[in-house]
């Protein structure tokens, strides 16, 4: 399994099969509605409305693991205005299902997002999951397809997207379970446009 970096510095402008990145804030995306077993609902609607009014929809969660001994997990700082989880450090590529997108499809995101370019037949499916969130003025009932891909790309290489993701943080696998598990902080590099800078990750500061 392999990601292939997207570009470093100044890459050329990239070409995305399914279509352009949306917005961050894009409330009018459309998304197709499911149950709460992920059944399709055969109901579109726009990704505001979907977040006001609590539907159930579909979502892809892509784990990026950099090759090398330790292995170490690339992780994402959510961008200030996202209308969930703002400003918090998230799984490494996060996003949901367009209207008529499989999960597959939906792995665009990590170009999008990231700038890593992945070939969905590189990706191990690992499973689904539920979530259920809640803040000011939403309810986000997620089916989350989840996924794994490793990667030689160095960190360095990759590219956030400046509406979509704040910030890339380079964690140790272990050190990441840990943190999970007891709460014990984690020193972590994060990167973004001011540059590369040491930071130390609680539990409070992860979706």
């Not at 197709?32 to 579909?58: F, N, S, Y």
């Not at 292995?71 to 996202?82: G, S």
């Not at 997108?101 to 990231?114: C, K, Q």
């Amino acid at each position: 399994m392999r990601g292939r970096c997207a570009g470093a510095s100044q890459p050329p402008a990239p070409v995305y099969p399914h279509g352009p990145p949306m917005a961050a804030q894009d409330l009018t995306e459309p998304f197709d509605l499911v149950d709460a077993d992920g059944a399709p609902l055969g109901v579109e609607k726009p990704r505001g409305l979907v977040h006001r009014d609590g539907d159930w929809h579909q979502s892809v969660h892509l784990w990026v693991v950099f090759d090398g001994d330790p292995l170490r997990v690339l992780l994402q700082r959510r961008a200030y205005d996202k209308d969930t989880h703002p400003d918090l450090v998230d799984v490494s590529v996060a996003g949901h299902l367009r209207a008529g997108e499989s999960p597959r499809d939906g792995l665009r995101e990590a170009e999008e997002e990231v700038g890593l370019a992945v070939r969905p037949e590189d990706c191990v499916a690992l499973g689904v999951r539920r979530s259920v969130s809640a803040g000011d003025g939403y309810v986000d009932r997620e089916i989350q397809h989840v996924f794994l891909v490793r990667t030689a790309a160095p960190f360095e290489a990759l590219r956030p997207h400046p509406e979509e993701v704040a910030g890339l943080v380079l964690v140790p696998l272990e050190g990441l379970r840990a943190l999970v598990a007891t709460g014990a902080p984690l020193a972590a590099i994060e990167r973004d446009q001011a540059g590369a800078r040491p930071v130390t990750l609680t539990r409070a500061a992860l979706v």
